[in-house]
């Protein structure tokens, strides 16, 4: 019998090694699989059993469960996994092997297509690996929305002997988890994706900048690299090829500047993680002063499949100027939280509603963030954005990570405009004024709109005005995002603190 069960860091905090450890009590003859997960959090631990070859899926298990689990006659069974209307309706590209095999075994990650698309590539000129990801349409999903070809092109260009892959697993945004998961789900296409980059621009060392938080992702990825090292995939003739590349795992401290790039490179470089000032660009000066490829987690992942199917296979899914798909995070106040992978194009709403199910609470849903602590908050007026870049754009907010914290009705917009300032200036890395200094007045702005002084809100929009214009990075530059769509989209939040005062 095989049983498969996360080993996930969300599906470990829901309980799973208790799960495991009773099954292993109950049927010390079944062989039980750790996987990564598949993103239904409200599900987890999800044990999948393995029945005429198709997985079975039991969940949220509890140790309590597992006899009836192993008898058939548990009532938390939810039928064969891959027929469930979360995992059918999803475009799994980028996820396609999480939740499905063992992290750590190379022979699965070849047996479900890994390898394939680093095999194509060991085949090409670096310039036609750049030419891929241009025409795949790729664009990094860290936040920013660049597109990757265009930047790898920078560093193709570039003369230097030395030149860097820096993959950014430092996911700080708020109700993030895409980057965790894959790295503790499929750790081997991190490092393909990694070692295409690598061939594409002619960078021969790799370093994976990994936030202290994640020591399951880091324990995973240090493991996967030494069995890539061990079975000749990293090293000096990459799968016989005669090409170099390796790579190394570096822990982040912990600070949520240190997920910008240039901030980044600074720590990686062993130095205080503030931001740098742009010209240079890290793809011209980065890593040690050398051109460097900084890439988020989920860009790098994307690229095997990317080779594995084809650059226009993969550009034939997505919207307008957003190619491909969008791993989203569903958090916050949401009945259906976890990870949903689809082709750019979906509204927020279907999102919100028809995935996510609406709030946990069972109160009206109020506002959305949707991009971590630097997004605007989207009230329900504008469900109808469809995920797009640009879409997103117009409708005020950004996408970012793709990630979607839930408020409901209870939620006071006034707070979480406050929030957002003071997160800022805990955060801030102190290089420019408007954000080192802007934070921190805004703070104060607000908690005298909250006492009801009538001067203090044109002072906010002034000071946000600011903030956006002036500030070195998009800590201070977004930090009004939050701020600003908190006011507008909510003034009786406002306004009704400020009546309370008179
Ligand atoms: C304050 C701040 C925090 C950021 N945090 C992250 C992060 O945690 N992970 C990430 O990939 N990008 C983060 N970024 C964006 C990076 O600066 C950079 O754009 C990204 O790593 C580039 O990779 P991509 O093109 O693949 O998205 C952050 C940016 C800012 C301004
Ligand atoms: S905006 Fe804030 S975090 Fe960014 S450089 Fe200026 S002080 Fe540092």
Known sequence: MKIYVPMDSAAKALGAEDVVAALRAAAPEAEIIRTGSRGMIWLEPLVEVEIDGLRHGFGPAEPGDVAAI??????????????????????????????????????????????????????????????????SGLR????????????????????????????????GDSGTFADRMLMEGDPFTLIEGMIIAGLGVGATKGYVYLRSEYPDAIAVMSRAVEIARTTGLLGADVLGSGRAFDMEIRKGAGAYVCGEETSLLNSLEGKRGVVRAKPPLPALEGFL????????????????????????AYADFGLGRSRGTVTLQ?????????????????????VVNDLGGGSASGHPVKAVQVGGPLGAYMPVSKFDTPLGYEEFDQAGGLIGHAG???????????????????????????????????????????????????????????????????????????????????????????????????
């Open 404 to 502: 979607l914290t839930v408020f409901d009705d209870s939620t006071d917009m006034l707070g979480m405009a406050r929030f957002a300032m003071e997160f800022c200036a805990v955060e801030s890395c102190g290089k420019c004024t408007p954000c080192r200094i802007g934070a921190v007045r805004g703070v104060e702005t607000i908690d005298r709109i909250a006492q009801g002084d009538p001067t203090a809100l044109p002072l906010l929009t002034d000071l946000c005005e600011t903030m956006k214009d002036g500030s070195l990075c998009a800590l201070g530059g977004f930090t009004p995002f939050p701020v600003m769509s908190a006011v507008t989209h909510f003034p009786d939040d406002f306004a009704r603190l400020k009546e309370a005062a008179e």
């Open 289 to 312: 002063g050398r051109p460097t490829v900084v890439n988020n987690v989920i860009s790098l992942a994307t690229v095997p499949v990317i080779f594995e199917k084809g650059a226009q």
């Open 70 to 135: 192993l008898d058939g006659s548990s009532a938390k069974a939810l039928g064969p996994v891959e027929a469930l209307d979360w995992m059918q309706r999803q475009t799994r590209l980028t996820f396609a092997r999480v939740g499905v095999v063992d992290p750590l075994s190379l022979a699965d990650y070849e047996a479900h297509g890994g390898l394939l698309g680093l095999k194509r590539a060991l085949g090409m000129l670096g310039q036609q690996i750049v030419e891929e990801v241009r025409t």
């Open 330 to 350: 569903i958090a916050g106040n949401v009945a259906r939280g976890g990870l949903f992978e689809t082709a750019f194009g979906i509204t927020l709403g279907e």
């Open 140 to 171: 990094g999903r860290g936040g920013a929305g660049f597109p990757t070809g265009i930047k790898w092109q920078t560093v193709h260009d570039a003369e230097a002997a030395q030149k860097y892959i820096v993959c950014n697993a430092d996911e």
